[in-house]
């Protein structure tokens, strides 16, 4: 009978979801893949950089960030126009200018002096 018990507390520990990441986990993995796609740009890897971002802005969606998402959308925009893909750079954007997508709305910490600090560590390239 206690082979049963511990059978079936190993079974449904075991069947469990790993816990999710913190959310200060995600920030900062947002910022580190917008810092890879930084680092590829400036080597001149724009499909790399490109795919840095996405993850960068999908870290952002999650975490309902608008100023990541904003940073993020903009820089897989640049991105794509250096690389002469002009309707996927558009089509980038709308993540940044769309104020009826969900995940663009700010959030109620979005004018902490936090987020200004996390926005400060993660560039814009605008001027690529």
């Not at 511990?6 to 900062?28: F, Y």
């Not at 910022?31 to 952002?60: D, I, M, W």
């Not at 959030?107 to 987020?115: A, D, K, L, R």
Request: glycine letters at 4%; a positive charge; proline letters at 5%.
């Amino acid at each position: 009978m206690r082979l049963l018990v511990l059978l079936v507390i190993v079974a449904a520990t075991g069947c469990s979801a790993p816990p999710k990441p913190s959310t200060a986990a995600r920030q900062e993995a947002a910022l580190e893949a917008n810092r890879k796609g930084e680092a590829y740009v400036r080597h001149g890897e724009l499909e790399n950089a490109a795919r840095s971002y996405r993850e960068a802005l999908r870290f952002s969606q999650a975490l309902e960030d608008a100023d990541g998402i904003a940073a993020n959308a903009i820089n897989l925009s640049i991105v794509r126009q250096r690389q002469g893909r002009f309707a996927d750079a558009r089509a980038s954007l709308r993540f940044a200018v769309a104020s009826e997508h969900p995940t663009a709305r700010p959030t109620s910490t979005s004018s902490s002096p936090s987020t200004y600090r996390r926005m400060n560590r993660m560039r814009l390239w605008s001027s690529i």
